[in-house]
């Protein structure tokens, strides 16, 4: 297997859509450049300005001009310079892109790329505007289809399948990620929307997940092997989501433990938590637990952003609880 | 301009009067719910730019929409049916009255936040120069949208990227009950200047002079002039929408503009070139009653959606 960056593999999705296909086109703020994760790096020099296409710094007219050209048949990918911005344009996501479908039958095959997730270091974190976790926004507007790849080998598969797509599609590309790589294949090959992944196979308890945690969600569960047999389950996306494949998990090891960098409170993990309370209540041998960013803005510096994000430890501890009941 | 012409446009000015008028009194039978905004006082520029208009021109408008739905030819059956939330409906009874379309005819539709369709005009207009075709995109809004960032964010795009938009200003004086001086800090016109455009005012009650102005615009469009910017101004003899006190404005204010009346000033034209007399004005008026009546009927007995439809068309099924 040849192996890839997440940053590369989406540059390649997104290299390989617009060749085999001259509708597909990117609208975005400094793309031509490189974008500021340089995922569009050099595809101006391929496909010209006129398809690689620099924008003002306008979310509302950026997102609602790629509904139009899709409304004409194109098949536009915008890029949003971080996921925090995508509150300038949430007024045409919601009420126009969301909802033209419902009241035309007109498809919308919209696609929206936009880095998501706090990136922390030593020196501080991206702070309050350009760290957030979004996707629950999304998520609780019908007509809108969320992707958060987790691996290099699904942020190329799970985009070249949001592109094909005849729906508006949110694919929110995991900042903390863009550097790891992983195996990708050449060519075009397709993650369908809506399958999860299971990335461990484990009987004792299933750990829910997707995005930046799923990495370390498996090297939680590879600490804790021996002590507990862990299953881990990647969403890849969360609409469509893949119910079967969370109540085949949670029938299957009865302890669920849901996690997510989003913040907490009405976070996509309560939806999880109450589909498996409704559907999968008699199987469960402890409460369903969550562990996400806490209920608070990202802060820039250091010594907070340090207690922020979920990591290894709290994962290996609130493994050890909920195996306990 | 030709006798047909003007009768045509007659015919149609009065359908859409005739069918708003309908539209208020089956609101207050009970038999449309929701909100509806009447085009009445305005009929001349949906009709007069719609005629101006190519056949691979588009039309997107804001709610008061069932005047350009008309105009460009939608089903009137259709248009009542979705009014009235039935089945056979342009949108199948889900859009109702602020958001009827009719994509068929490159009608993209009625938008009810205020502004929120600019920017679709603007992606339409990028679509049609990215196939490099001479299509334009007839975007109206009414004076209040001048206000709200959409307008702002869409008139530079198309500018910066010379955009085949033709931006129709609907002044009809007031924003809901605020009028346009208490709501906007400059003239309308400026705001067009400031995004590249000359921009024109134009008198929004003669179909002629709206039909003419169209015309120019979008032939400028076409010679590779970049958007265009018409404010044309008008008067909305009803409430903003059904239910308006309009306790904003004098009975008097109203009474002086009704003397531009937009069929009234057609009307005189008419008769005054010869065109058509008396009686065959009224032959039209009846013409159109029948149709009235006809869609009425139609939409009355139709069928309402039926339960599983909520769930349906939400998204694309693969």
């Keep these: 297997m040849r192996e890839r960056s997440y940053r590369a593999a989406i540059r390649e999705a997104l290299l390989e859509a617009m060749s085999a296909d001259e509708r597909v086109f990117l609208l975005g703020e400094d793309i031509e450049y490189a974008g500021v994760y340089g995922v569009t790096k050099g595809l101006v020099d391929k496909f010209g300005c006129d398809r690689v296409i620099d924008t003002p710094i306008a979310e509302t007219a950026i997102v609602g001009g790629a509904m139009g050209a899709a409304l004409m048949g194109l098949l536009p990918v915008v890029e949003i310079q971080f996921a925090d911005f995508i509150a300038a344009a949430m007024d045409q996501l919601v009420n126009m892109v969301a909802k033209y479908h419902y009241r035309t039958r007109t498809p919308l095959p919209l ?189 820039a510096a250091p010594e907070l952003a340090g207690y922020y994000l979920p990591d290894v430890n709290e994962i290996v501890t609130a493994v050890r609880r909920l195996s306990a009941y | 301009m030709d006798k047909e012409t003007l009768l045509d446009w007659y015919r149609q000015m009065v359908l859409i009067r005739r069918f708003e008028q309908r539209s208020a009194e089956l609101y207050q039978q009970g038999k449309i719910g929701g909100f509806l905004h009447l085009y009445i006082g305005q009929e001349a520029i949906a009709v007069g730019s719609i005629a101006a208009k190519a056949e691979g021109d588009h039309v997107i408008t804001a709610y008061r929409d069932h005047g350009h739905a008309i105009a460009v030819g939608a089903d009137l059956n259709a248009v009542m049916a979705e009014l009235l939330g039935k089945q056979t409906g342009v949108s199948m009874g889900k859009g109702g009255s602020m958001h009827l379309a009719d994509v068929s005819r490159r009608y993209w539709g009625g938008y009810a936040v205020v502004g929120g369709h600019l920017p679709l005009a603007t992606g339409i207009a990028l679509a049609e120069q990215y196939r490099e075709t001479e299509n334009a995109v007839l975007c109206y809004m009414g004076d209040g949208a001048t206000n709200i960032g959409y307008f702002h964010e ?88 059904m239910g308006d006190p309009l306790r904003y404005r004098t ?51 139709s069928p309402l959606p039926e339960p599983e439809a909520l769930y349906s068309g939400i998204y694309v099924e693969a």
């Design chain 2, 154 to 241: 869409s008139l530079n795009l198309a500018g910066v990227w010379q955009l085949p938009v033709l931006w129709i200003i609907e002044n009809n004086n007031y924003g809901m009950g605020t009028s346009v001086d208490r709501a906007s800090a400059a003239p309308i016109l400026d705001k067009a200047k400031a995004y590249g455009m000359n921009g024109e005012q134009i008198d929004g009650m003669n179909v002629m002079e709206v039909y003419e102005t169209t015309q120019d615009c979008l032939q400028k469009i076409r010679d590779g002039e970049g958007p265009q910017f018409v404010e044309m101004i008008t008067y909305r003899y009803e409430g903003h929408s």
């Design chain 2, 251 to 301: 009975k008097e204010e109203v009474e002086k503009w009704r003397e531009d009346d937009p069929i009234g000033v057609l009307e005189r034209h008419i008769l005054d070139e010869k065109a058509a007399d008396q009686e065959a004005l009224e032959a039209i008026d009846g013409e159109v009653e029948e149709r009235i009546e006809a869609a009425v009927q139609f939409a009355e007995e």
């Design chain 1, 111 to 299: 696609v929206i790329r936009a880095p998501a997730g706090a990136i922390l270091s030593t020196h501080g974190s991206t702070g309050p505007f350009h760290s957030q976790n979004p996707e629950a926004w999304f998520a609780h507007t019908p007509g809108l289809k969320v992707a958060l790849p987790a691996t290099p080998y699904d942020a190329k598969g799970l985009l070249l399948a949001a592109i094909a797509d005849m729906n508006p599609v949110l694919f929110l590309e995991q900042k903390a990620l863009y550097n790891e790589k992983g195996d990708v294949p050449e060519g075009i090959y397709t993650v369908p929307l809506g399958q999860a992944r299971l990335a461990r196979e484990g009987n004792d308890l299933s750990i829910i997940t997707y995005g930046a945690m799923l990495s370390p969600a498996l090297r939680a569960a590879d600490l804790l092997d021996g002590e507990v047999d862990v299953e881990v389950l990647d969403l890849r996306t969360i609409v469509p989501l893949d119910k079967e494949a969370v109540l085949t998990t949670a029938r299957k090891t009865g302890k669920i433990l849901i996690v997510h960098e989003a913040t907490r409170t009405a976070g996509f993990g309560a939806e999880l938590a109450a589909l498996i309370a409704e559907s999968a209540f008699e199987f469960l041998d402890g409460p369903i637990m969550r562990l996400s960013s806490p209920d608070a803005p990202v802060p």
